[in-house]
Each structure stands twice: as structure tokens, then as C-alpha cells.
């Protein structure tokens, strides 16, 4: 039987790790604590965030739209005990600025490029085209580690369950954009009954969205259908690139049931897609709890008041409901390792009602990470 890494050693020694689930999980503040883990090791490290809390972005020093990966501040850098050529950066992905760089490395000419950028239909794109957002996300995922200025990146994936679908096929990075439907946009070129039939769907264009507006979305379809064949070949090499052996798919999930649904789809999904699953991460759970014991009457004296009394009773009772919530969790902590399967961990992060947007907390799980 395979035995599973542990997350120091998935940290240590891989080169990519791609952190999924659902939104709401902790899944960006994991991906983060899973950097500092590995920049505290003496690597040069990258996360790239989706959409960190105000409070985590500004422990990061990422602020919106930047235009490269921003350093840890050199304070925070301190604290963590990072040294040496061992480094964290960030960068808080923006889906059109990716978008942006990959048109001007596909597109042919300078005047094709300004056609596309300016164009009304692209700049609306990544909310019309079905798995854009996540396709940029794994395009600048490629992209860094190909230029090898890091030997870690995290990636922390959009909250979404499609956040995988574009790696399904070839050529079907945008179900929008496939097919016989996307055919009748383009200019038609050839005999009489082809020209006619242009003519017909760009009179239906212009009569729902007026002239300029349908000859804005003709052109966009024009200029922009020979990228969508070179970015379908991306696509191809990106699930090859994901597939290596230095690459980890970390899950996470919280005890919630909707997110432990999402995160055995995740699982699914990579399996089907043949990507390197690498196990679970349980985050804001109670099953590291099993050393609290309950407030015992002991603790009072003989001749404390009643009022002190009714207190402990309450605490006791709260107590009893963590414990609980503690059976409950290692339970899931259970079940999730055995779905996890051979050669593949399931640990758990502790609940933290503070939240984990500051320094010091990630600090604490990203010493909690590594000595799973």
C-alpha cells in the first residue's frame, strides 16, 4: 500500500500545490498558511489569491489589480523567520489582466490586439465565457512556473465547483463558444446561400442590439475565434502540466454539509480528470479537541456562592456541545481519510473564532500544517 505524504513533505518538495473547495471554507487563508509553511523552509515562494478578506490581503501586502506578485512586507517577512534567499510573494488574480497578457501573446499584430482590447464584447468576457475566470487562473499558474523564479506556487482556485470543468476537453473551454451556434456569428465567406444566411443573422444582431453593438459582437467573434483555438491547445498542455508528479491537489472543506458535498465532487473530478490528488484538509473543526476535558466541580471551593455554581454548569454545558462537535468532526476526520483512499492524507485545522487574517494566526496553522 502507497503511503500518504505528509503535508511538511508535500510542502517541502513539491512544485505546485493547487488548493479547491468550495467558498467560505478558509480554502484562500489554507493557501496562504501553506506558503508561509514553505517560505519558513527556505523556499522562494508564490500564492496566488482570488479574493482574500480586507484583514489576510493586507497581512499579505496584496492589494487589487496589481500588475506582478507583491513581497511580504519586510515586518512581517521578520516574524515568520523567513531568511536567506527564501522568499513570499503574492498576487491577487485579476482574470481580465491575465486575459489581457495571453491575447497580446496569441494575437498576430499590434492592430489585432488593440481590435480585441477595446473591443465591448472581450471586456465583458469573463462573466459571458463559461470557465475564463478559471482558465486565467491556471494560465498564470503555468505561466510562473515556467518562468522558475519560485520552487513553490500555490494556487488557490476560484470558489466554484467549475472551477476545474475547462481542463475536461479540448475545445471546450467555452461551451458558449462551440459548436454550430458560435458559427453563425462569424462572417460567412464562400456561395450565394452562406452569404445570404450572413446577411439574415447579422439583420436578427442588429434589430436585438442595434448596429454598432452587433457589429462590436461580430467582430469580437471574428478577431477573437482563432485565439479560442490556440487557448484549447493551452488547454491540452495545461492538463499534461497539472498531471505531473510535482504537482499536489489539496482539498479543502469545512464540516458544513454543503462543502463536504463539494469537496467529494472535487475529488471525483480529479480523478476523472487524472490529476494528482493529494489528500484533504478539514478546516474550522473541533477534531483536534480530544485533549479538553470538562470544567469538574473541583475547581470551585466547598463555600463558593451559587452564583459561581450556575456558572460552571453553563460552562459544563457548553463544554458538553463542543465535545460533541469534537465526536462529530474526527468522525468526518475518519471518513475523509478513508475516501481519501491509498497515498493520500486527510489532516484537520483547528477552529479559530478570531478568524486567521493576521500574521501570528497563520502562523499557527502553518505550524499545525506541517506537523500533521
Known amino acids: 500500500m502507497t503511503q500518504a505524504p505528509s503535508i511538511e513533505k508535500i510542502v517541502r518538495e513539491q512544485r505546485v500545490i493547487v488548493c479547491c473547495g468550495a467558498g467560505g471554507v478558509g480554502k484562500t487563508t489554507t493557501a496562504a498558511a501553506l506558503a508561509l509553511a514553505a517560505a519558513r523552509m527556505g523556499r522562494r515562494v508564490l500564492v496566488l489569491t482570488i479574493d482574500p478578506s480586507r484583514r489576510l490581503a493586507e497581512t499579505l501586502g496584496v492589494s ?9 512586507p519586510s515586518d512581517r517577512k521578520a516574524m515568520a523567520e523567513i531568511t536567506g534567499s527564501a ?26 490586439v488593440k481590435k480585441v ?28 512556473v515556467a518562468e522558475g523564479r519560485y520552487d513553490l506556487v500555490v494556487l488557490d482556485t476560484p470558489p466554484s465547483r467549475h472551477a476545474l470543468d475547462f481542463l475536461e476537453a479540448p475545445g471546450r473551454l467555452s461551451r458558449f ?11 460567412r465567406e464562400g456561395g450565394i446561400i452562406h452569404r445570404a444566411a450572413s446577411k439574415i443573422v447579422a439583420r436578427v444582431l442588429a434589430g436585438v442590439f442595434g448596429e454598432e ?18 487557448l484549447n491547445r493551452d ?7 497539472l498531471s505531473r508528479s510535482d504537482v499536489a491537489f489539496l482539498l479543502v472543506t469545512s ?43 473541583k475547581l470551585l471551593p466547598a463555600d463558593c456562592s451559587a452564583e459561581a455554581r450556575s456558572g460552571l454548569a453553563k460552562l459544563r454545558s457548553l463544554a458538553r456541545t463542543e465535545q460533541m462537535l469534537g465526536e462529530r468532526d474526527r468522525l468526518l476526520l475518519e471518513d475523509l481519510a478513508s475516501r481519501a483512499g491509498p497515498g493520500a492524507l486527510a ?22 500544517l506541517v506537523r500533521s
Open 64 to 72: 487589487r489589480n496589481p500588475r506582478e506578485p507583491v513581497p511580504l
Open 87 to 112: 522568499s513570499l510573494e503574492a498576487w491577487m488574480l485579476d482574470a481580465k489582466l491575465v486575459s489581457d497578457e495571453a491575447v497580446r501573446r496569441l494575437v498576430k499584430t499590434e492592430e489585432e
Open 117 to 144: 482590447l477595446e473591443n465591448r464584447v472581450y471586456q465583458h468576457v469573463t462573466s459571458m465565457v463559461a470557465g475564463m475566470h478559471e482558465y486565467t487562473a491556471m494560465e498564470a499558474l503555468h505561466g510562473f
Open 177 to 187: 463558444l462551440d459548436g454550430k451556434i458560435f458559427k453563425l456569428f462569424l462572417p
Open 213 to 230: 453593438f452587433a457589429g462590436e459582437l461580430t467582430l469580437f467573434f471574428s478577431v477573437f475565434s482563432p485565439i479560442f483555438s490556440a
Open 235 to 241: 488547454v491540452s498542455q495545461m492538463r499534461q502540466f
Open 255 to 297: 464540516p458544513a454539509a454543503p462543502a463536504l458535498t463539494e469537496v467529494h465532487f472535487f475529488q471525483r473530478k480529479t480523478r476523472e480528470l487524472g490529476l494528482p490528488f493529494r489528500g484533504f484538509i478539514l478546516n474550522r473543526s473541533h477534531a483536534r479537541d480530544e485533549d479538553k476535558v470538562l470544567p469538574d466541580e
Open 347 to 368: 489532516v484537520a485545522l483547528p477552529s479559530l473564532p478570531q478568524g486567521a487574517d493576521d500574521m501570528r494566526t497563520l502562523l499557527t496553522i502553518a505550524n499545525v
